[in-house]
């Protein structure tokens, strides 16, 4: 009798690259699925394609960062000490972007290394 494997796939919310639930083994046909059972892949096609899951192809690398340039390099003053003895003393920020529904949002923080 094979076992009901659903709560073995990922999950809708899951944005991550699948094709079969990992870690698994692929032996001809067959899936072997964490649990040690074996199941078709057809099943597993199956299970997907109940819950309007679809494979999700890796994206090719892309390198953001242009290090090869002659402009001028912010110095490093902290020299990867980021204690603060107190407030005021060493501040930090970054940024990031978060794709959205309704376009990219930008984030920047600011934070006292002294907090």
């Known amino acids: 009798m094979i076992k009901n494997?659903?709560?073995?796939?990922p999950s809708p919310s899951y944005a991550g690259r699948y094709r079969f639930p990992r870690p698994v083994i692929i032996i001809g046909r067959s899936v072997?699925?964490?649990d040690g059972h074996c199941t078709h892949r057809k099943t597993v096609a199956h299970i997907m394609k109940t819950h309007?899951?679809?494979a999700k192809a890796a994206r090719k690398y892309k390198a953001t960062t242009?290090?090869?340039h002659t402009l001028p390099v912010a110095p490093n003053l902290l020299h990867q000490?980021?204690?603060?003895?107190r407030p005021d003393q060493k501040w930090v920020s970054d940024i990031t972007y978060i794709w959205t529904d309704e376009g990219w949002l930008y984030l920047a923080?600011?934070?006292?290394l002294y907090a």
């Open 52 to 54: 309007g899951w679809r």
């Open 109 to 112: 923080v600011v934070l006292d």
């Open 32 to 34: 072997r699925l964490r």
């Open 81 to 85: 000490n980021f204690e603060a003895d």
């Open 5 to 9: 494997h659903e709560s073995e796939l």
């Open 66 to 68: 242009n290090s090869n």
